[in-house]
């Protein structure tokens, strides 16, 4: 909780960028197939940012954006329960791309159009990303549309 009140007091104070992994920053590559797809977005991680942009009191702005690192230091397959996963670091190239900003509009009951937004941009750019660095084995055949 004290975190989430100092990120609070930052975004009052104004200037302040905050990352977020809305999935938890578990993406994991699919065994079957060898591509890494962007894990779902938490909605209830995404409402609580909009909720303290809101309480801010000050503009917030809120840009997706998508990062292509899963070479440099993959996860293990499988998610596993206690605290730290075994990793090896690779060299590989990396890509970072912000998108436009998401306007952070609508109450409660929109919330969830937000997120979609958000997560869908972030899709996009993870696979311009993707393109650009000609790692497109991992592009998921649900975002080739």
């Not at 960028?17 to 699919?30: H, L, T």
Request: glycine share 10%; net charge neutral.
């Amino acid at each position: 909780m004290a975190a989430m009140n100092g990120m609070l007091r930052g975004l009052k104070d104004g200037g302040m960028a905050i990352w977020v992994a809305p999935s938890g920053g578990r993406d994991r590559r699919n065994v079957d197939s060898g591509k890494v797809p962007i894990a779902p977005f938490d909605q209830k991680t995404v409402d609580m940012f909009r909720l303290m942009g809101n309480k801010s009191k000050v503009p917030t702005h809120f840009y997706p954006m998508a990062m292509v690192s899963y070479d440099l230091c993959p996860p293990p397959d499988f998610v596993e329960a206690g605290v730290g996963e075994q990793r090896n670091v690779r060299f590989t190239p990396i890509g970072i791309a912000i998108m436009d900003e998401v306007p952070n509009v609508g109450g409660a009951e929109k919330r969830h159009l937000f997120t979609e937004k958000a997560e869908e941009e972030c899709i996009v750019g993870y696979t311009n990303l993707l393109k650009g660095l000609k790692m497109d084995k991992y592009i998921p055949e649900e975002y080739s549309s």
